[in-house]
């Protein structure tokens, strides 16, 4: 198991890098805020279009490197309990 110790560099460089996040989120927001009710729902629509593309990108990677396990006799069939024979060898 791997420790996390408060006062570690690597954990306090990973704070700040969560911050500094939430606080450019935060600026987001509040410009979000600003706009007019007609534009945050094109801002929206245009995030959840970008969204919907980004998932259909992972996913295409995703049924590549499937193909690919497959092609190269990486991929095993069988019920659950193959499975879990598998799992537990």
């Known amino acids: 198991m791997k420790r996390i110790y408060l006062n570690s560099k690597a954990n306090k460089k990973y704070n700040t890098k969560m911050i500094n996040k939430m606080v450019t989120l935060d ?4 410009e979000t805020e600003r706009l007019e009710f007609d534009d945050r729902e094109f801002l929206l629509n245009i995030l959840s ?4 593309e980004l998932r259909r990108i992972e996913i295409s990677k995703r049924v590549k490197e499937a ?3 497959y092609k190269e006799g990486n991929v095993k069939s069988g019920n659950l309990d193959d499975l879990w024979k598998d799992l537990n060898d």
């Open 49 to 52: 279009k970008r969204q919907i």
């Open 27 to 30: 600026k987001v927001l509040q």
């Open 67 to 69: 193909l690919k396990a």
